[in-house]
């Protein structure tokens, strides 16, 4: 079965301090892979997707991850974070042969001016 | 064009009550589910629809029950409330096409006392 793991639970940063957050994944075949926010008290919005080409994928407000198969990784980056990412952030994943999308623990980012 | 609708927004249930959380979806998406956010926790899938008639368990189905009997809803029964399914529920749905993503309904706040 398919499982995603988050290891940052809590990231506490500064306004302007590059951000990295870890998601790797079981699953042998081939994948979607996705990040979602949920800014505090909202629903889940999608903030970018890979499905295939180029592993390095950029989405909005100035995120990118990039997907490295061998390491089943599909991390979050961002150079400068501003106050407004506080947030929740889930990695989730897709297994080819199934609709199931199945998440990640979260990690709560709170950024400080 | 609505997306996906949830309602209510916020419950609060007496413990052994039933209700049901609706969800309905005008994007003509064959894929359908449920899942519980729990502090900690991440996103739960607690059941999924592949079309009209067709339901599956996710990772926690006890205590819940779906059926599909249109493309448009999905809802989620909970037949005699529990303090533990206190929780806040989304509702997600997306096309089954292979490289497609996940739209989320505002999600429900459900309180079990």
């Known amino acids: 079965a398919q499982s995603v793991s988050q290891h940052n639970h809590h990231v506490i940063l500064s306004e302007a301090a590059s951000l990295e957050l870890g998601c790797n994944y079981s699953?042998?075949?081939?994948?979607?892979l996705f990040w979602y926010v949920q800014y505090p008290g909202q629903h889940l919005q999608l903030l970018l997707k890979?499905?295939?080409?180029?592993?390095l994928v950029k989405g909005i407000k100035g995120f990118e991850a990039e997907f490295i198969k061998s390491k089943f990784s599909f991390n979050l980056r961002k150079p400068s974070v501003q106050w407004s990412d506080t947030a929740e952030y889930f990695c989730?994943?897709?297994?080819?042969?199934?609709?199931?999308?199945?998440f990640g623990t979260g990690t709560r980012l709170q950024v400080f001016p | 064009n609505a997306g996906v609708t949830q309602t209510p927004k916020f419950q609060v249930l007496k413990t052994g009550q039933s209700m049901t959380l609706q969800c309905a979806q005008d994007?003509?998406?064959?894929?359908m589910s449920w899942y519980r956010q729990d502090p900690g926790m991440g996103l739960r899938l607690i059941h999924y629809?592949?079309?009209?008639?067709?339901?599956d368990q996710g990772e926690v189905p006890n205590g819940y029950n779906v059926s599909r009997s249109t493309t448009e809803d999905f809802p989620l029964r909970l037949l005699s409330a529990a303090p533990s399914q206190t929780s806040v529920y989304f509702c997600?749905?997306?096309?089954?096409?292979?490289?497609?993503?996940?739209?989320f309904g505002q999600g429900t706040r459900l309180t079990v006392v």
């Open positions: 890979y499905f295939s080409g180029d592993p």
């Open positions: 699953y042998g075949g081939t994948v979607n």
């Open positions: 994007m003509n998406h064959e894929y």
């Open positions: 989730a994943v897709n297994a080819w042969n199934t609709d199931k999308l199945i």
């Open positions: 629809s592949v079309g009209a008639g067709i339901t």
């Open positions: 997600a749905s997306k096309d089954r096409s292979m490289n497609t993503e996940a739209f």
